[in-house]
C-alpha cells in the first residue's frame, strides 16, 4: 500500500516553462488537495477536489490549474513558471470531511 | 481574521522531558483538530486528532487537550526523544479542507 505518491521529487524550470506534477493515491479516498509551503509561511493550499471530475480554489490558486480525471490521480499544472514558484509541493488525500490527511513526501521545484 | 496558530516558533525541550506545544484557535464552531509532525525533508505526518466533543485524547506517548472556553489547543509529548525533533502543525478542519498553524519546531537537546 504506497499511501501518496508524488512525482517528481525534484525539478528545476527556466523561467516560462510549463509543467504538471503528478499526485496519486490509492486508498480509494475522495478528497485530494495540493499544498505549497515556503519557509516560514506554514502549509498554503493553492486547490483542491473533493471528487472525480470536481476541483476548486484554495488560498493561492493564482498560475496554478488543477485537474482531476480519475478519482485517484490529481494533477498540479503550472502553465507558465515565474521564480516566485519556487516551493516545496505537497498533495494530501482524505476519506471525507473531517478525516486526517494523507500527504505525499513532496516535489520540490526551483524555477530560475 | 480567523485563524490556527501556535504561541512559540520554536520550542528547547531536553532529552527526556515532557514537551508541551500550544496552539490558540480564533473560529469557535471548529470541530475538529489535528497534530502533525514534519521531519526535515518530509511530508506532514499525522500525529493524533481530537473531537469538540472531546477535551483529551491520549496515543503512543502523546496526548492532545482542547480548551474549548479559551479556544486552546496543545499537544503533551511524554519523554521527549531525538527522533521527536521536528516541526509541529496543529490543524482545523473548516467546510472541506484543513487550516495549518505556522509550526513549532521543536529541539532536542541532550
Known amino acids: 500500500n504506497a499511501g501518496v505518491t508524488q512525482t517528481p521529487k525534484f525539478r528545476v524550470l527556466k523561467t516560462g516553462q510549463s509543467m504538471t506534477l503528478l499526485c496519486a493515491q490509492d486508498m480509494n479516498h475522495e478528497y485530494m488537495y495540493w499544498y505549497r509551503q515556503d519557509p516560514g509561511m506554514g502549509l498554503r493550499l493553492i486547490h483542491y477536489?473533493?471528487?472525480?471530475?470536481?476541483?476548486a480554489k484554495g488560498e493561492v490558486p493564482d498560475g496554478y490549474n488543477v485537474s482531476r480525471l480519475k478519482k485517484q490521480n490529481f494533477l498540479l499544472g503550472l502553465e507558465s513558471a515565474a521564480p516566485s514558484q519556487t516551493s516545496v509541493y505537497f498533495c494530501?488525500?482524505?476519506?471525507?470531511?473531517?478525516?486526517?490527511?494523507?500527504f505525499g513526501s513532496g516535489t520540490r521545484l526551483t524555477v530560475v | 481574521g480567523e485563524s490556527v496558530g501556535l504561541h512559540l516558533p520554536t520550542l528547547s525541550v531536553q532529552e527526556g522531558d515532557n514537551s508541551i506545544i500550544n496552539c490558540a484557535y480564533s473560529n469557535s464552531a471548529s470541530d475538529y483538530f489535528i497534530w502533525y509532525k514534519q521531519e526535515s525533508g518530509k511530508g506532514p505526518q499525522f500525529i493524533i486528532d481530537?473531537?469538540?466533543?472531546?477535551d483529551k485524547r491520549q496515543g503512543q506517548r502523546v496526548t492532545v487537550l482542547l480548551n474549548k472556553t479559551v479556544k486552546h489547543l496543545s499537544l503533551q509529548i511524554a519523554a521527549t526523544q531525538p527522533g521527536d525533533s521536528a516541526v509541529y502543525f496543529c490543524?482545523?478542519?473548516?467546510?472541506?479542507?484543513?487550516?495549518f498553524g505556522k509550526g513549532t519546531r521543536l529541539h532536542i537537546l541532550p
Open positions: 481530537i473531537r469538540s466533543n472531546m
Open positions: 477536489s473533493v471528487g472525480e471530475g470536481t476541483t
Open positions: 494530501a488525500s482524505s476519506p471525507g470531511t473531517a478525516y486526517g490527511y494523507t
Open positions: 490543524a482545523e478542519w473548516r467546510a472541506q479542507i484543513i487550516i
